[in-house]
C-alpha cells in the first residue's frame, strides 16, 4: 500500500546538470520537475525496480499523490521519529557498503558521495514514514470480521485464489557442544597478537580484519560494521565499543555469542557508533560433536521407544537453543512470524531432512550450521505439520485471506480519500504530459 518513494531534490540535480527544465505538473502551488521525473526513473533503474506502464505517466503521478499524502501530513502536524529515520538511513547506507564492497565503489555505483546519498535517504525515509502515518490515520477504523472475511473469499474468482506452496511446521532440540578449554586460549592469544601489532604500527587493524577475521559480513571491509546504535549491536559488543575514544587504539577481548572479538573506534556520531572488529569463532572439536550426537540419539529412543518424555518436554528441559526451549522447540518464521516455513525458508540441512519425513516423525540427531550465529550444533528435529502444495482455502490459510481482505479494504479507502483530495485539488497538468492512462480519475480537469 505505500507508494514508492521519490527523490525530491529535482531542481538542484537539473541546475547540476545544465539539463532544460520544464514543469510537468502542477500540484496545488507545487510543480512536478522534468527532471524530478528523470531522476526518480534513473532511482528506479538503478534500484531494479519493475514500472507497469509508460514511467512519464506512472511516475508523475506517484509524486503527485505523495504530494497529497505529505499535505496532509502537514495539516495534521505528523512528524517522523527522528532517530528512527537516522537508524532507517545508517542501515541503509551500511547495506549498500556490504554489498558493493566499500565506501569508494558506493560513491562510484551512484555517482554521489556517501553524505549526499545519506542526504537523500534522511528525505525519502522522513516522507515514507509521514505517508505511513497517514495511512494508517485513514484507515485505523477498518474491521475485519469472520463473517466479511468468508464472504469476500466466496467472491473471489477461481483464478484469484492464491496458490499456496508446499510448508512444514518443525519443532527442534538443539545442543552447542562446548569448546575446549585450550581451542578458547588460543583463540584469544591470536587476537592478542594482532592487537599488539596494530598497537606497535606493525599492521593496519583494517588489513588484519580482511586477512583473518571470521565475520563474513565484514571481513572484506576491513572489519567495519557502519553506523549502529547500540541495540542493534549485541550487548557484550556495544558495552566496549560505546566506550572507546581513540581511535588508534583497540580495545580489550570481547566475548559475545558469535565468538571472540577486538574492536577498534572509527567515529562516534551522537547515539552512533561506526567500528571495526576482528571475530574468531573457537571451533568445536570432533569428539565433542560425536558426543552430542550419541547423547540426543539416546534422547531420541527415550521419547520414541521408551515413552519416558516428549519431544516438548525434552526441548524445555535439554535444549539449548534460546529461540525455541521456552515454546517446546517450536520453530518461527522470521520472514513471516508464523510457524509456518516453505522448503526454502528453513536450514538447508533441516529442509534436507524434513523432505523425508512424515508428521509427528522425529529425525535421528544431525550436525549442522546454527544459521544465525554461524556454529556447529547438534538437533533432533520434529515435523510437526506438513501442508502440500495447494489453493488457499478457509480451513487451513485463513491469515493469508484475512491479511488480503484487509489489503483490499484499507486500499479502497485510500483510492477513495485519493479521488475526493484530487477533486479538492488545484492540479494543471502540461501539454505532453497528458496522454497516459493513470491510475487515478480526474488528474485532468
Given at each position: 500500500?505505500?507508494?514508492?518513494?521519490?527523490?525530491?531534490a529535482?531542481?538542484?540535480?537539473?541546475?547540476?546538470?545544465?539539463?532544460?527544465e520544464?514543469?510537468?505538473?502542477?500540484?496545488?502551488d507545487?510543480?512536478i520537475?522534468k527532471?524530478?521525473?528523470?531522476q526518480?526513473?534513473?532511482e528506479?533503474?538503478?534500484e531494479?525496480?519493475?514500472?507497469?506502464?509508460d514511467?512519464?505517466?506512472?511516475?508523475?503521478?506517484q509524486i503527485a499523490?505523495?504530494r497529497?499524502?505529505?499535505?496532509q501530513?502537514?495539516l495534521?502536524t505528523?512528524?517522523?521519529?527522528?532517530?528512527?529515520?537516522?537508524q532507517?538511513?545508517?542501515?541503509q547506507v551500511?547495506?549498500l557498503?556490504a554489498q558493493?564492497?566499500?565506501?569508494?565503489?558506493?560513491?562510484?555505483?551512484?555517482?554521489?558521495t556517501i553524505?549526499?546519498?545519506?542526504e537523500?535517504y534522511?528525505?525519502?525515509?522522513?516522507?515514507?514514514s509521514?505517508?505511513?502515518?497517514?495511512?494508517?490515520?485513514?484507515t485505523?477504523?477498518f474491521?475485519?470480521?469472520?463473517?466479511?472475511?468468508?464472504?469476500y473469499?466466496?467472491?473471489l474468482?477461481t483464478?484469484?485464489?492464491?496458490?499456496?506452496?508446499?510448508q512444514?511446521?518443525v519443532?527442534?532440540?538443539?545442543?552447542?557442544?562446548?569448546?575446549?578449554?585450550?581451542e578458547i586460549?588460543?583463540v584469544k592469544?591470536?587476537?592478542?597478537?594482532?592487537?599488539?601489532?596494530?598497537?606497535s604500527g606493525e599492521a593496519?587493524?583494517?588489513?588484519?580484519?580482511i586477512?583473518?577475521s571470521e565475520?563474513?559480513?565484514?571481513?572484506a571491509?576491513?572489519?567495519?560494521?557502519?553506523?549502529?546504535?547500540?541495540?542493534e549491536l549485541v550487548p557484550?559488543y556495544?558495552?566496549v565499543?560505546?566506550n572507546l575514544?581513540?581511535?588508534?587504539?583497540?580495545?580489550k577481548?570481547v566475548?559475545?555469542?558469535y565468538?571472540?572479538?577486538?574492536?577498534?573506534?572509527?567515529?562516534?556520531?551522537?547515539?552512533r557508533i561506526?567500528t571495526?572488529?576482528?571475530?574468531?569463532?573457537p571451533?568445536?572439536?570432533?569428539?565433542?560433536?560425536?558426543?552430542?550426537?550419541?547423547?540426543?540419539?539416546s534422547?531420541?529412543?527415550?521419547?520414541?521407544?521408551?515413552k519416558?518424555?516428549t519431544?516438548?518436554?525434552?526441548?524445555?528441559y535439554?535444549?539449548?537453543?534460546?529461540d525455541?526451549?521456552?515454546s517446546?522447540?517450536?520453530?518461527?518464521?522470521?520472514?513471516?512470524?508464523?510457524t509456518r516455513?516453505e522448503?526454502?525458508?528453513?536450514p538447508?540441512?533441516?529442509a534436507?531432512k524434513?523432505?523425508?519425513m512424515?508428521?509427528g516423525e522425529?529425525s535421528?540427531?544431525?550436525?549442522?550450521?546454527?544459521?544465525?550465529r554461524?556454529?556447529?550444533?547438534?538437533v533432533?528435529i520434529k515435523?510437526?505439520?506438513?501442508?502440500?502444495?495447494?489453493?488457499?482455502n478457509?480451513?487451513e490459510?485463513y491469515q493469508?485471506?484475512?491479511?488480503?481482505?484487509?489489503m483490499?479494504?484499507?486500499q479502497?479507502?485510500?483510492d477513495k480519500?485519493i479521488?475526493n483530495?484530487?477533486?479538492?485539488?488545484?492540479?494543471?497538468?502540461e501539454?505532453?504530459?497528458?496522454?497516459c492512462?493513470?491510475?487515478?480519475?480526474?488528474?485532468?480537469?
Amino acid at each position: 500500500m505505500v507508494l514508492a518513494i521519490l527523490a525530491t531534490a529535482a531542481y538542484a540535480a537539473w541546475a547540476q546538470n545544465n539539463i532544460a527544465e520544464e514543469v510537468a505538473w502542477m500540484i496545488g502551488d507545487e510543480p512536478i520537475y522534468k527532471s524530478e521525473v528523470e531522476q526518480a526513473y534513473k532511482e528506479y533503474l538503478e534500484e531494479r525496480i519493475p514500472i507497469k506502464g509508460d514511467p512519464y505517466c506512472v511516475i508523475p503521478e506517484q509524486i503527485a499523490i505523495q504530494r497529497l499524502y505529505l499535505h496532509q501530513a502537514d495539516l495534521d502536524t505528523i512528524e517522523a521519529q527522528t532517530s528512527y529515520i537516522q537508524q532507517r538511513v545508517d542501515q541503509q547506507v551500511n547495506y549498500l557498503i556490504a554489498q558493493l564492497g566499500s565506501r569508494e565503489k558506493v560513491e562510484q555505483y551512484f555517482r554521489r558521495t556517501i553524505p549526499e546519498l545519506r542526504e537523500m535517504y534522511q528525505t525519502n525515509f522522513t516522507n515514507r514514514s509521514r505517508m505511513e502515518q497517514v495511512q494508517e490515520n485513514l484507515t485505523k477504523d477498518f474491521k475485519a470480521t469472520p463473517s466479511d472475511v468468508r464472504k469476500y473469499f466466496n467472491s473471489l474468482p477461481t483464478d484469484s485464489i492464491p496458490f499456496v506452496p508446499l510448508q512444514v511446521e518443525v519443532q527442534v532440540v538443539a545442543i552447542n557442544p562446548s569448546i575446549p578449554r585450550q581451542e578458547i586460549e588460543d583463540v584469544k592469544a591470536r587476537l592478542r597478537e594482532f592487537s599488539d601489532r596494530v598497537t606497535s604500527g606493525e599492521a593496519e587493524f583494517s588489513t588484519l580484519a580482511i586477512l583473518y577475521s571470521e565475520d563474513p559480513g565484514s571481513a572484506a571491509r576491513g572489519g567495519e560494521l557502519g553506523f549502529m546504535g547500540r541495540g542493534e549491536l549485541v550487548p557484550e559488543y556495544a558495552a566496549v565499543a560505546f566506550n572507546l575514544n581513540d581511535t588508534k587504539k583497540v580495545s580489550k577481548i570481547v566475548e559475545s555469542e558469535y565468538g571472540y572479538h577486538i574492536i577498534q573506534l572509527i567515529e562516534k556520531r551522537g547515539d552512533r557508533i561506526n567500528t571495526r572488529h576482528i571475530l574468531l569463532k573457537p571451533k568445536v572439536a570432533d569428539k565433542d560433536l560425536i558426543d552430542a550426537v550419541g547423547r540426543l540419539d539416546s534422547l531420541r529412543v527415550d521419547i520414541v521407544d521408551n515413552k519416558k518424555i516428549t519431544f516438548e518436554e525434552a526441548a524445555r528441559y535439554y535444549s539449548q537453543d534460546k529461540d525455541t526451549r521456552y515454546s517446546n522447540g517450536v520453530m518461527v518464521n522470521d520472514q513471516t512470524g508464523t510457524t509456518r516455513f516453505e522448503m526454502s525458508q528453513l536450514p538447508q540441512e533441516i529442509a534436507k531432512k524434513v523432505a523425508t519425513m512424515q508428521p509427528g516423525e522425529i529425525s535421528e540427531a544431525f550436525i549442522m550450521k546454527d544459521p544465525k550465529r554461524d556454529r556447529d550444533q547438534v538437533v533432533l528435529i520434529k515435523l510437526t505439520n506438513r501442508i502440500e502444495a495447494h489453493k488457499a482455502n478457509l480451513a487451513e490459510d485463513y491469515q493469508l485471506i484475512l491479511d488480503m481482505y484487509e489489503m483490499q479494504g484499507k486500499q479502497k479507502i485510500l483510492d477513495k480519500w485519493i479521488a475526493n483530495k484530487i477533486k479538492t485539488t488545484y492540479v494543471k497538468i502540461e501539454d505532453g504530459w497528458k496522454g497516459c492512462d493513470f491510475e487515478h480519475e480526474g488528474w485532468i480537469k
